[in-house]
């Protein structure tokens, strides 16, 4: 029988579904014999290094299926990314509770940190097992089908733009509604999914795996509303330039904007704003709408995917069967991935924490549309399964027209 | 018998519940002997003066009921506003139809275009019963407890805060989120039902109903961040100086923009990312984050009150009742209105359109606290049971902390 000591911590952004992989890790733990302890570290790694520690099995079974239902990161969490002397504080930290098990839930830098912190026991001849446990709305960590997190802020990208494309429908124009996702397209792409009838939108779709160019956005934005009298756009915050410089930064620096006024790369609606006006002075359309989506897309409340929160928790269960009974090949320390073995089951595997630690997935080829302003078929069938059920549906009056009497 | 043709069009920006006011018209009207037709005007008024109708009674009922529980507006909308002769061609069309009763759901606008269109039609001597049916999500019609619409956008403005809460309580720093309200400050009012527990967020609430002084404000958020370590803060988009300039304007002043940079003082990421910029100088802040709700709160798909939802049919309902039987004085033409007369219950009365028309009603003093910076008891009291069943809880962790064997 294992003597074990587990401490898990949380990284990075919160999501819908992070606190079920929390509870997973304290509800497997609870039912292994030989767990001695069940901490939490308060802010992810920032509460290893101050030992600001919270005993996890003293909260009751009531309470904790009512955080897992809840989104946020209710340890706190942390955007720190330790080095090397960070690392050296978290050990001593980690030896002084004799922790034996560190459970890190977050992605592409928490898995870093897990590899690192992993690297630098066995250095020290300190025998701790660390696991990392995927999180990451962006659906970018490698050798994962997906990741926790990214359905529930997909599903919502698909409700906002199934609603917005009924509002545009109503008051036509063009909307443009930008979306989170640095590097991968994973959620923009969502948007594509609130589609119901043929002249749905979003009519367009800018991913940032594909080079933007402001002509042929324009260009694009045209034929929409020549043919439909209206246009909604999906766009990832991430678009760029074929020399790989962002939209924003070239937009921005076309205002030739002074000294007061320097231009923040993400987090503000600027994009928005700027492709808003390109549409309008470009084509001199005047009802030109955008949004940018923000943080609700990753922390609303009551907008989750039940699949989403279920393979949350399973992650983090999974994360403590290995951890302390060992995977197939014996394996307890890596990277919990989840696998998709069927249409729709899924299977978890412990991949090396150094296969997944700092790498980045971006959206496959065969994703995207050959057109590289929409998704494939095959993205549709991808995300379909994960969104979950009882997505709301959209439906409009039938076409029953009335004679004109005065004539057109 | 009444021989009755009713006409039914829908006016302003669509929300969650718009579709109910119009099932509700239609439900009621087939019920009623003697109703001949039952239309629907495309896209408002203009579908009125393009003769572009569609006929209603020929939609299935299961088709009504999805039509009725979609957000947007399914008949369309219009932001057109009639003057005399676009009045005299509509009742050119009124009367190649014969349309004897004309309904029209929609906002302030949407009530004086119906009194325009009625007083002309007496002027004409056509006999037209025309009715306003409430609708808005800036619960700004004078003489209603509540308006249609309003409890569904507070809900996403109540879960969307709620969530944002959370988010900012992982990662600290300032959050704010500008919401929908130019005039009046109900809907940014409502984030404050996001609070469960004493330290949740929204922190602080600016309402259109009260001066917005940027130093108050600088002072108000440095005081919450320095006894929180956190500030959540909800802002109307319709903030404004003691000179009843919009602070948007104020700010990109400040910014002395040159002449490529025109500042679109709604629609825009503007005032939030201005704000956010004032905290991070004024302050010294880092991580401080702004979002623009923009067309979410109206139009997201799947964030319905159901108190909304039963309110914003019967205002339908009573509609075609009061147009066709009368109300208890034999009035047939007017405003709908909903009074609260009980905790929480609710009659409609029938108000003569002059009483609504154009008129804007703001948040009463005693919906607001002293403070100038937060809601009142009695706002939170009002809003409650508007906000419908199910609202998603947020929960966290009890606070069992373990003892440092480090010393701090």
Known sequence: MVQARVLVAQGGGPTAVINQSLVGVV????????????????????????EDFVDLARQTQVQLERVAATPGAALGSTRDKPDAAY????????????????FYIGGNDSSDTARIVSE?????????VAVHIPKTIDNDLVGNDHTPGYASAARFVVQAFAGANLDNAALPGVYLGVVMGRHAGFLTAAAALARTRPDDGPHLVYLPERVFEIERFLADVQAVQQRLGRCVVAVSEGIHDAAGQPILAQLAAELERDAHGNVQLSGTGALADLLCEQIKSGLGL????????G??????????????QQEAR??????????????????????????????????????PLAAVAGKTRVMEDGLIAASGNDVSEGFVRYLRPLL????????????????????A
């Open 27 to 50: 509800q497997a733990a609870r039912r292994c014999l030989g767990v001695e302890r069940i901490y939490g570290a308060r802010h992810g790694v920032r509460g290893v290094v101050n």
């Open 87 to 102: 690392c050296q504080r978290m050990l001593r930290v980690l030896q002084a509770h004799a922790i034996s098990h560190f």
């Open 120 to 128: 630098q026991a066995k250095a020290a001849g300190y025998p701790l």
């Open 286 to 293: 005047k009802r030109v709408r955008g949004d940018t989506f």
């Open 295 to 308: 943080y609700l897309q990753r922390s609303f409340l009551g907008c989750v995917s039940e699949v989403d």
């Open 314 to 351: 399973e992650v983090g269960e999974k994360a403590v069967q290995f951890a302390l009974d060992g995977d197939e090949h014996g394996q307890h320390e890596g990277s919990v991935a989840i696998q998709r073995v069927g249409d729709y089951a899924v299977d978890y595997r412990l991949l």
């Open 388 to 407: 979950g059920s009882s997505l709301p549906q959209a439906h409009g009056l039938r076409d029953h027209p009335v004679a004109r009497l005065l004539g």
